[in-house]
């Protein structure tokens, strides 16, 4: 077996990222340096609200009394360590591991990958959706009164999403003229689980989403809809090893350490995650009924 160092293995952290990290790269991203401390931390994004423009009834009037301050709103992200911690003895490590990146870290970091990608899909899938009738005949009509929906918010027409459970892909491809992504041939986009484009919408698919009878649920949003969180833990002081990685939009640590009473490697991977909706008014949900 090839001597395994936490460099090593955060060079393979880093594909592997890639391969599994969906709904967060989709949605607004504060910086991790605007939290810290301890699970279950908090940290408030701040929310620019829309202006409305003022009109100078004549030239030279005063326009002292429609001054107006700049507003913003807060709204809170609470983030969770979430870990995946793997003991290996020194029997499994001498005779049965045959490459520690593929056997024990590729799981671990799929898990906790995944475990944040939770965070908001939990925040996702708790919205009340706007229409529950959804089935093939009218994926495509939901589609639109989504547009519509957001346009009349004044939702920019960029940066617009919609992330599908796997169920309402299918319907979702079986719509006439539909892009799909592997007609294209734009093999990153596969890569990111991007599905396809319709009516100005990039639609993602993640089986994390659920909804209804069938687990049939669409959510349309623009990326300022959701904020999700995202900070790699700092290195442990007493870790033998310690290697942190950032890419796809993610934040992951690894460390090694030996445990002289059972005689076997720990190996956990972690990270601090959450998610919360920013604004409802840029988010239009439908599942089935």
């Known amino acids: 077996m090839a001597l395994v160092s936490a460099q090593r293995i955060s060079a393979l952290m880093i594909p592997l990222l890639r391969r599994t990290l969906v709904l967060p790269n989709t949605v607004a991203r504060p910086s991790g340096g605007e939290f810290a401390g301890d699970n279950g931390d908090t940290i408030t994004v701040r929310v620019r609200q829309p202006r409305t423009a003022n009109t100078q009834a004549a030239p030279g009037d005063d326009i002292t009394a429609n001054i107006d301050a700049v507003s913003e709103v807060g709204v809170d992200v609470t983030v969770a360590h979430l870990y995946d911690a793997a003991r290996v003895t020194d029997e499994e490590l001498s005779l049965e591991v045959v490459d520690f990146g593929v056997q024990v870290t590729e799981p671990q970091v799929a898990a906790v990958a995944a475990g944040a990608e939770d965070e908001l899909a939990a925040a996702m899938n708790a919205i009340v959706a706007d229409d529950a009738t959804l089935d093939a005949s009218n994926v495509e009509d939901h589609i639109l009164a989504a547009r519509e929906a957001l346009s009349a918010a004044e939702v920019p027409p960029g940066?617009?999403?919609?992330a599908?459970?796997?169920?309402?892909?299918?319907?979702?491809?079986?719509?006439?003229?539909?892009?799909?992504?592997?007609?294209?041939?734009?093999?990153?986009?596969?890569?990111?689980?991007?599905?396809?484009?319709?009516?100005?919408?990039?639609?993602?698919?993640?089986?994390?989403?659920?909804?209804?009878?069938?687990?049939?649920?669409?959510?349309?949003?623009?990326?300022?809809?959701?904020?999700?969180?995202?900070?790699?833990?700092?290195?442990?002081?007493?870790?033998?090893?310690?290697?942190?990685?950032?890419?796809?939009?993610?934040?992951?640590?690894q460390i090694f350490n030996f445990d002289t009473a059972t005689l076997s490697d720990l190996s956990v991977v972690s990270t601090f995650a959450g998610a919360s909706v920013v604004d409802a008014n840029r988010i239009y949900k439908v599942e089935d009924t």
């Open 159 to 162: 940066d617009r999403f919609a």
């Open 164 to 253: 599908v459970s796997p169920a309402a892909a299918t319907l979702v491809l079986g719509i006439e003229k539909f892009v799909a992504v592997d007609q294209s041939g734009d093999a990153n986009a596969l890569r990111e689980a991007i599905i396809g484009r319709k009516y100005g919408f990039t639609f993602v698919e993640s089986p994390a989403l659920t909804g209804g009878s069938e687990d049939q649920a669409m959510v349309f949003y623009h990326r300022s809809g959701f904020a999700f969180a995202n900070r790699a833990p700092v290195a442990p002081r007493g870790a033998r090893e310690s290697a942190a990685v950032s890419d796809s939009g993610l934040g992951l640590r």
